[in-house]
């Protein structure tokens, strides 16, 4: 793979970002198409390698660097996780995504300890402020007990195994510990 990667990327530099001396031309090279199907492939043999991992929500980016990433209103800023139709602060309806802060601060939590079957208890549901942005998720790698979570404590995001299926495909989900 390491060796394809590099290729790849020039690849997709030279087919899709023109140099600037050169206008757009209607038409494109035989050339033109074998290198951008070429890189085409690649990338859907990429997708296929890391598909081992899926996000178990959209609004979670896993990389090297996982990220949240959330929809803001291009009228009032209110900013949402999921798609939405319209704002529910403005009514607008065009957004832009924007990549929330991986460092929050703990603002409100309860510690769960009856929970469906399968679904591990304790655990802290908590609300952290990422930027000024209000998240939900579970607290980790920590202890579930009052005297080990204080608000205000300082958190970052991580992402947390839910488990695989028999494809070996594992579902990733996100969570906060302590900063
Ligand atoms: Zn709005």
């Given at each position: 793979?390491?060796?394809?990667?590099?290729?790849?990327?020039?690849?997709?530099?030279?087919?899709?970002?023109?140099?600037?001396?050169?206008?757009?031309?209607?038409?494109?090279?035989?050339?033109?198409?074998?290198?951008?199907?070429?890189?085409?492939?690649?990338?859907?043999?990429?997708?296929?390698?890391?598909?081992?991992?899926?996000?178990?929500?959209?609004?979670?980016?896993?990389?090297?660097?996982?990220?949240?990433?959330?929809?803001?209103?291009?009228?009032?800023?209110?900013?949402?996780?999921?798609?939405?139709?319209?704002?529910?602060?403005?009514?607008?309806?065009?957004?832009?995504?924007?990549?929330?802060?991986?460092?929050?601060?703990l603002?409100t939590f309860t510690i769960?300890s009856?929970?469906?079957?399968?679904?591990?208890?304790p655990y802290v549901?908590a609300?952290?402020?990422?930027?000024?942005?209000?998240?939900?998720?579970?607290l980790?790698n920590v202890d579930p007990d009052p005297g080990q979570v204080q608000l205000g404590m300082?958190?970052?995001?991580?992402?947390?195994?839910?488990?695989?299926?028999?494809?070996?495909?594992?579902?990733?989900?996100?969570?906060?510990?302590p900063?």
């Amino acid at each position: 793979m390491g060796a394809h990667g590099p290729v790849s990327s020039r690849g997709c530099r030279s087919v899709g970002s023109p140099a600037a001396s050169e206008p757009p031309r209607p038409g494109v090279s035989l050339t033109e198409i074998h290198s951008c199907d070429v890189v085409e492939t690649r990338t859907r043999r990429l997708e296929l390698f890391v598909a081992d991992r899926i996000p178990l929500v959209d609004y979670l980016v896993l990389s090297d660097d996982p990220r949240l990433v959330a929809h803001e209103c291009e009228q009032c800023a209110a900013k949402f996780f999921g798609r939405r139709n319209a704002c529910a602060s403005c009514g607008a309806t065009a957004f832009h995504e924007v990549t929330v802060p991986r460092e929050g601060t703990l603002r409100t939590f309860t510690i769960v300890s009856a929970a469906g079957p399968g679904v591990p208890v304790p655990y802290v549901a908590a609300v952290v402020d990422c930027g000024g942005i209000t998240t939900r998720g579970i607290l980790v790698n920590v202890d579930p007990d009052p005297g080990q979570v204080q608000l205000g404590m300082q958190v970052r995001l991580t992402t947390v195994s839910l488990g695989a299926d028999e494809a070996g495909v594992e579902a990733v989900g996100y969570g906060f510990e302590p900063a």
